[in-house]
């Protein structure tokens, strides 16, 4: 029995994640997002400590800048990159691209948001609107997917890979985001479940691109 390509077995993991990640999504649509959003709306949003926790991520992006200048400048005065240097290059080119494709997303599913945050936006708690609105565009349909989850995904996905030691550090990160969101009614749970897909996909597929480009030294990352 010949042995399944490794190019090959990665496609079908991310199909395979994919599917079950469109099916957890689907459910949680019918039967989770709005009671998780009333809770939230009712119970939660009066403690400042789930917002707090939404800031996380935007650090990120300015991180991200700072990072890529400097290894840039390092790059073109020919130094090689060491390995936390590969790593940091590769969080930022994840959380950039994550960004990008996040974006042309929200513009495809236009769904509204739980609350209403500006512009009197129309919103689940204020209006009853909960769905789809494909291609409708405007700040008021930007909730899927979430960019916070994207964005913390993005960049723990890349450390996952390349230091696995602090694994349980990456997944407390993520959760707290998660939390964040949700305990301050700023997403719905499905939002949050595929930005944590897209956000993952990016950051493993710019770890194997790389790999790939540099197989010699791929025992470094």
Not at 94 to 114: C, D, E, Y
Request: hydrophobic residues 50%; contains cysteine.
């Amino acid at each position: 029995m010949t042995e399944t390509n490794p190019a090959t077995r990665r496609i079908r993991y991310w199909l395979i994640g994919l599917l079950l990640m469109s099916a957890v999504v689907t459910i949680s649509y019918a039967w989770l997002d709005r009671p998780l959003a009333y809770f939230a709306h009712g119970e939660l949003r009066q403690f400042d400590v789930f917002e707090r926790l939404t800031h996380i991520p935007e650090w990120f992006a300015p991180l991200a800048i700072v990072f890529f200048l400097l290894i840039g400048l390092r790059g073109l005065a020919g130094y090689p990159l060491a390995k936390p240097e590969a790593v940091m290059l590769l969080c930022s080119l994840s959380l950039v691209t994550a960004s990008a494709i996040k974006n042309q997303l929200k513009i495809i599913f236009g769904r509204t948001w739980p609350e209403t945050w500006v512009n009197a936006n129309p919103s689940l708690i204020r209006d009853g609107a909960y769905g789809f609105n494909p291609f409708r565009t405007g700040q008021a349909f930007e909730s899927f997917p979430s960019g916070h989850t994207t964005a913390v995904c993005a960049v723990m996905s890349v450390l996952w890979i390349c230091y696995p030691r602090f694994r349980a550090l990456y997944a407390i990160i993520v959760a707290a985001v998660a939390i964040g969101l949700i305990g301050a009614d700023f997403h719905f749970l499905s939002d949050i479940i595929a930005g944590a897909f897209v956000g993952s996909s990016t950051g493993w597929v710019a770890v194997v691109l790389w790999r790939s480009r540099n197989a010699e030294a791929s025992g470094k990352l």
